[in-house]
């Protein structure tokens, strides 16, 4: 009773348990996840392993662990680079090459949707096509290489042409793909409110597939430059393709190297101005 009257004695109850420890606020991992999204963020953390790598190129062969003529200096490189801007070849190469990549992979890509749109919205297309083009998928880009130049002669139609077939794949398969497992929830409902035809596809269908329309054409333009590469190798008097070739002939492994890099910088930039389209086509369509 003496504890139950005296004011000094504050009753704890029994039903609220004493904190454990200390928690983290409620907006610390959303301000964590929020700094990987803003793009400085992204492009320093994008950086580091590239960094590390030519750390390790230029110790390896400064310190002579790995033999000059097997793999030349980072600084041999762009001196190689250097000398073919001094010729005027290099920006001729990379601008043959980047025309070849834009248009095979245009044309790929225009194809792919429109086949993808018969495949994937119709049944007959489906059955009467998605065999014919899945064996076809499986082919390996140089067996084309022979056929193409027999029919369309060692000119820019081969090449471009076998760059669209390399692009015309990932196109079709994704977005074929997206089109047969559209909900048919959402299909039905948009016919109940009178939509048929083209207003069905543009309302309905085409929202749904549009971040599958554009995985696809991420996939094909790696591709594009893939086959850009397997056309300018086999057949070719100028280009990035050729550069290669023509270096591993003469045994020039810096400017095999430089070809690399800028192979790897052109795919990279393509990739991020697709990126950027990207994020329009997702605002307006979904």
Not at 14 to 43: F, H, K, N, Q
Request: net charge positive; hydrophobic share 55%.
């Amino acid at each position: 009773m003496t504890a139950a009257l005296d004011p000094d004695v504050t009753r704890t109850p029994a039903s609220t348990p004493a904190p454990a420890g200390p928690t983290a606020p409620d907006g610390a991992v959303g301000r964590r996840a929020a700094v990987w999204e803003r793009p400085g963020a992204r492009l320093a953390a994008g950086a580091v392993l590239p960094l590390l790598i030519l750390i390790a190129w230029q110790v390896s062969t400064a310190t002579g662990l790995v033999p000059a003529y097997r793999l030349p200096g980072p600084l041999a490189v762009v001196r190689a680079g250097a000398q073919l801007i001094e010729q005027g070849e290099l920006g001729l190469h990379i601008a043959i090459s980047v025309q070849r990549v834009l248009i095979g992979f245009a044309a790929g890509a225009v194809a792919g949707l429109a086949v993808a749109a018969v495949v994937g919205l119709s049944r007959a297309g489906d059955a009467l096509l998605n065999p014919t083009l899945s064996a076809l998928r499986a082919v390996p880009s140089l067996a084309w290489v022979p056929l193409l130049i027999l029919w369309l002669q060692i000119g820019e139609e081969s090449k471009v042409t076998l760059i669209a077939i390399g692009a015309f794949f990932p196109v079709f398969t994704t977005v074929a793909a997206a089109l047969r497992h559209i909900d048919p929830h959402l299909v039905e409902a948009g016919r109940c409110f009178g939509l048929r035809g083209w207003s069905l596809f543009r309302t309905i269908q085409l929202p749904a597939v549009v971040p599958s329309v554009v995985s696809g054409l991420r996939l094909a333009l790696a591709q594009a430059w893939l086959f850009l590469v397997a056309a300018e190798l086999i057949a070719s008097s100028m280009g990035l393709g050729f550069l290669l070739n023509d270096s591993q002939t003469t045994g020039r492994v810096d400017r095999i190297l430089l070809t690399i890099v800028l192979l790897a910088l052109l795919g990279s930039v393509s990739n991020a101005l697709l990126g950027l389209a990207e994020k329009k086509l997702l605002r307006r369509w979904t």
